[in-house]
């Protein structure tokens, strides 16, 4: 069992930046993949940002060369940088680590980015 807990999340102005972080317990070394995913009122949830268990990192299109997605592999935390937030950030942000044979996901953390 994995279990995630999100922090970090608030109000932020447009343009400025904020970082989440995503901290894993339990059974973390089966994990491979952590990732970030948003979701906004009456949308889908949507991938922001992954990265492997060897830091290759992948991220949605709409904040490439904005957010940064890091991993520290002692602490089993995984962070979400982000930088030059628009309003359409607004979402809450998930957690999600996957393994071999499970995917877990946080509880999420609100991020609102005012204009």
């Known amino acids: 069992q994995v279990q995630l807990v999100e922090s970090g999340g608030g109000l932020v102005q447009a343009g400025g930046s904020l970082r989440i972080s995503c901290a894993a317990l339990g059974s973390t070394f089966k994990i491979n993949v952590m990732g970030w995913y948003r979701q906004a009122p009456g949308k889908q949830r949507d991938l922001v940002a992954t990265?492997?268990?060897?830091?290759?990192?992948n991220y949605a299109d709409s904040v490439k060369g904005r957010f940064t997605i890091s991993r520290d592999n002692a602490k089993n935390t995984v962070y979400l940088q982000m930088s030059s937030l628009k309003p359409e950030d607004t979402a809450r942000y998930y957690c999600?680590?996957?393994?071999?044979?499970?995917?877990?996901w946080g509880q999420g953390t609100q991020v609102t980015v005012s204009s």
């Open positions: 990265i492997t268990s060897g830091d290759s990192a």
């Open positions: 999600h680590a996957a393994g071999a044979t499970f995917g877990s």
